[in-house]
């Protein structure tokens, strides 16, 4: 449950800074979960580390 709370944090720290690559996020994210069969926890997990991939 806690790491909900810390990837809830990060989601509200991004949106604030790109909201626009939130919603590309967001959209990827249904779409890992559903091609992958993954819990939307873990898609977002996923994406998260994604897109800090992409900032580096």
């Known amino acids: 449950m806690n790491m909900t709370i810390e990837v ?3 989601v509200m720290a991004l949106v604030e800074v ?3 690559q939130v919603v590309v996020m967001v ?3 249904v779409i ?3 091609d992958m069969d993954m819990t939307m926890e873990e898609a977002m997990v996923a994406s ?3 897109i800090t ?3 580096d």
């Open 8 to 10: 809830a944090i990060a």
């Open 18 to 20: 790109m909201e626009a």
């Open 27 to 29: 959209v990827a994210m």
């Open 32 to 34: 890992l979960a559903v």
């Open 48 to 50: 998260l580390e994604e």
């Open 53 to 55: 991939a992409m900032e």
